[in-house]
């Protein structure tokens, strides 16, 4: 099987730093009651990166019920196998547990052989399954239907194993990967594809229109490709990136829902949910190929697109998050539009964890050969662990070998990132190593001009020298002054960028943050309508429920509706901004970073209001620009697109004045 381009750092080894609160909150304890696949997907990283023991008491709980309960058969889980049903058993939702089971034994080595041992007898009895033709069809309901179109999560297990613990089955694991390949649905051909992908919004939900489906899928002929060494795997993964964010992307990085029922100018709104499983299926490209725009686009993900769907506190979610208000609804009620506990669908409420874990998990990455650590996610971060067999990052502590490398746990002196980016542009390293090695660091595509530069032990800052895979190359020679510490400060530069888009509307963007109109807006306070789907649920699995489960509303947890009190028909004149950096003087970000005024940069530009118009209840396209204006001149101030809970992020023009 082809080898992986890059190796993503063991998941204990990238923490969240404690000054940066963007996503290190634990989800709430009614989480637990959810959905155990999802939450595990997610919770697990949440608890070791956050060292938080409440947490990984859960998790630990959970792993025990799970192993101890496995079916003598291999199965995971409920849904025991009964003979002569006309029903199979489900396998997709295993996958989740799965990928929970992978991070587990990442972060907890004492665990690893019982997980892993685990996980292989599950794989036999999968590949017996699908082998026999025993894994079900789609039209055996939705769920079916579910695992019809996401086979390659089961394939990133699986080459995970084959990875890290083939244990001699490597011919299994392979013939698996094949075997849900082919019986899965195809993305490759049957979908992004110049000639049936749709270019516009569709008013028919498919499986195929899904965006957390999409944004699973990205990742399908990447993972193929390992493999197959098919070159059109390679190349299809590239056209469907090109498909996808060419016809449905956005300046904060994500793409839209497919399916929407009006407004269909391209950029509007994304599913929060969608996001996550972006974040994790671009880490994934880029760990296999290395493109440094699909790294760009985890970043914009991370910082953009995935906050402006949550409450900056982080207890409330929004499924639909808006480049501006009021959105189209398609097949969602408005209630998506409302940040709550469960708004639509409880599977988001219970998987939002699980995005800047993994986010921080692929911080970095190490060259195949095993002599080069890459900071490849930036943002503030600690890292601690070996390169090859011997060379120890972050001095003398415990090593336990895992096959042909090593973890290291708990070290003193770590490879530490200081910075408030994304909120910053200046990356503070300090590296321990006992040895010599090669670090890198990965420079985004808006950082590589003249005026971004590099500074090493305090020396002059010069210019960077990036080679051709976009990643600033130090040769740390292990000692320094005698105490094998070396200093790294890069500083980069992020020119203000205005992208044109629909209708000559303009997204605002420098660095890797997404700017955005911010509109003010009052919140009124309801209690949490219960997600219908889940209702549904409950009465047909538990009959005998307490009534208190059944109630339209639940009295635990909130809705929270927020409308506009200014004026949001406006247009801006894009040549008058001016932008207010005040991150040179901040030495730590606020606890709640993603809060209205909390970030140290913003912008101001002219404005004014214009005529714009609303279709079926909902605001209309962006009128065309450059637009007459209706009032008086006045300036606006814009903010990060996540701080700005109501806002304009496709932003009309006006005329100059």
């Not at 089961?154 to 194993?161: E, I």
Request: aromatic content about 10%; charged content about 15%.
């Amino acid at each position: 099987m082809a080898p992986y381009g890059l190796k993503a750092a063991q998941l204990n080894t990238a923490k969240c730093t404690k000054p940066l609160r963007i996503g290190c909150k634990p989800p709430c304890p009614n989480c637990r009651k959810a959905s155990h696949g999802i939450t595990s997907n997610g919770q697990v990283a949440l608890a070791f990166q956050l060292e938080d023991q409440r947490l990984i008491d859960q998790v630990r709980s959970f792993l025990d019920w799970t192993l101890l309960n496995q079916g003598s058969d291999g199965w995971i889980g409920p849904e025991p196998f009964v003979p002569n049903a006309t029903i199979p058993r489900l396998v997709w939702p295993r996958y989740l547990v799965l990928l929970g089971l992978i991070q587990y034994a990442e972060a907890d080595s004492s665990q690893r052989d019982r997980i892993v041992d685990a996980m292989h007898r599950f794989v036999a009895l999968a590949n017996n399954i699908w082998k026999t033709g025993q894994q079900g069809v789609p039209s055996m309901g939705f769920q079916f239907d579910y695992q019809f179109v996401r086979w390659e999560e089961l394939v990133y297990v699986l080459q995970w194993l084959y990875d890290n613990a083939p244990e001699g089955k490597e011919d299994q694991l392979l013939e698996t990967m094949q075997l849900v390949r082919n019986q899965g649905f195809s993305w490759k051909t049957d979908w992004y594809t110049d000639a049936t992908f749709p270019k516009d919004a569709v008013t028919t939900f498919t499986q195929q229109t899904h965006g957390v489906n999409n944004a699973e899928a990205l990742k399908s002929e990447a993972l193929a490709w390992r493999f197959t060494g098919d070159e059109t795997d390679k190349q299809n993964t590239f056209d469907r990136l090109n498909l996808v964010y060419g016809y449905h992307g956005r300046a904060s990085g994500d793409h839209k829902e497919l399916l929407q029922q009006m407004n269909t100018w391209l950029g509007l709104t994304h599913r929060e949910g969608a996001s996550r499983e972006q974040i994790f299926s671009l880490a994934t490209i880029y760990e296999v190929f290395g493109n440094n725009s699909i790294a760009d686009r985890v970043e914009k993900l991370a910082y953009n697109a995935l906050p402006a769907g949550i409450m900056h506190d982080w207890l409330f979610n929004q499924i639909w998050a808006q480049v501006m208000d009021p959105p189209p609804w398609g097949n969602n009620a408005p209630n998506s539009n409302v940040f709550g506990f469960e708004p639509n669908y409880p599977c988001c409420t219970v998987n939002h964890p699980q995005a800047y874990p993994k986010f921080w998990a692929h911080s970095f990455f190490t060259k195949q050969a095993g002599d080069t650590l890459i900071h490849a996610l930036l943002g503030p971060s600690t890292y601690s662990g070996t390169l090859g067999a011997s060379n120890a990052i972050g001095g003398s502590s415990l090593q336990i070998a895992l096959d042909s490398w090593h973890l290291t746990l708990a070290c003193p002196n770590e490879v530490t990132v200081e910075s408030l980016y994304p909120f910053g542009s200046t990356l503070n390293y300090t590296i321990t190593s006992a040895s010599p090695f090669t670090f890198a660091i990965r420079i985004p595509d808006w950082a590589q001009n003249s005026q971004s530069t590099i500074s090493i032990n305090s020396k002059n800052q010069v210019a960077l020298s990036v080679n051709d895979e976009s990643l600033q190359l130090v040769k740390i020679s292990g000692q320094n002054n005698g105490q094998n510490t070396t200093t790294i400060q890069v500083s980069l530069h992020a020119p203000l960028q205005i992208e044109n888009r629909f209708n000559g509307a303009v997204a605002i963007t420098r660095g890797a943050l997404n700017y955005a109109l911010e509109i003010d807006y009052n919140t009124t306070t309801a209690p949490g309508l219960r997600s219908a789907q889940a209702l549904s649920d409950v009465k047909r699995l538990y009959p005998n429920a307490p009534a208190e489960y059944l109630t339209p509303t639940d009295p635990h947890t909130d809705d929270n509706t927020l409308l506009p009190t200014s004026e949001w028909r406006v247009a801006i004149d894009p040549s008058t901004i001016v932008v207010h950096d005040n991150s040179n003087n901040t030495s730590k970000l606020p606890y709640y970073v993603w809060a209205p005024d909390n970030s140290p940069v913003t912008m101001t530009v002219r404005a004014c209001q214009i005529t714009w118009g609303l279709s079926s209840g909902t605001a209309s396209a962006p009128p065309m620009g450059p637009n007459q204006c209706v009032g008086p001149v006045f300036t606006a101030k814009l903010v990060p697109f996540a701080s700005a809970k109501l806002r304009l992020g496709e932003i009309p023009t006006m005329r100059a004045t």
